[in-house]
């Protein structure tokens, strides 16, 4: 084998090193945590934390976590200035099901929050683990 195709063998494999290697610490530095609902009930017991409800006006009305604050997840872009005093705070982020809340997470990550908390399941799950939810009259 001349030297010109060991160099590209080289290239290559560093090449396929490098995209892996990135992959794995894309996943390591993933800003937001997934947290069960028992994980949940335990981190809301740090007073300092804020329970953000990124559902619509809808849905949230329809019942809430106790204490949660709302914005929707479809104005979160211009409206997490209205949250910015928790930026380094945990912030618990729920939803239904737990999609828009990875959406939210994201959006917040990238606004500098620290301490974010995805609820994986929602509110679905926090209700199917009979956990207590208010009603707006």
């Known amino acids: 084998m001349n030297i010109n195709k060991k160099?590209?063998?080289?290239?290559?494999y560093l090449?396929?090193?490098?995209?892996?290697?990135?992959c794995g610490n894309a996943a390591e530095n993933k800003s937001y945590q997934n947290i069960d609902t028992k994980q949940a009930v335990e981190l809301i017991k740090n007073k300092q934390t804020l329970i953000l409800d990124v559902r619509t006006l809808g849905e949230y009305t329809q019942g809430h976590i106790k204490n949660s604050f709302l914005i929707p997840?479809?104005?979160l872009t211009t409206e997490h200035i209205k949250i910015m005093d928790h930026k380094d705070n945990p912030i618990l982020i729920y939803c239904r099901s737990g999609n828009r809340s990875v959406t939210a997470s994201n959006?917040?990550?990238?606004?500098?929050?620290?301490k974010l908390y995805n609820l994986k399941g929602g509110i679905k799950d926090w209700i199917k683990n009979g956990l207590p939810i208010e009603k707006q009259p």
Do not use: A, D
């Not at 090449?15 to 990135?22: A, G, L, P, R, V």
């Open 7 to 12: 160099i590209t063998h080289l290239i290559v």
């Open 15 to 22: 090449f396929i090193f490098f995209i892996i290697s990135s």
């Open 73 to 75: 997840v479809q104005v």
């Open 107 to 114: 959006i917040l990550t990238k606004n500098g929050f620290k």
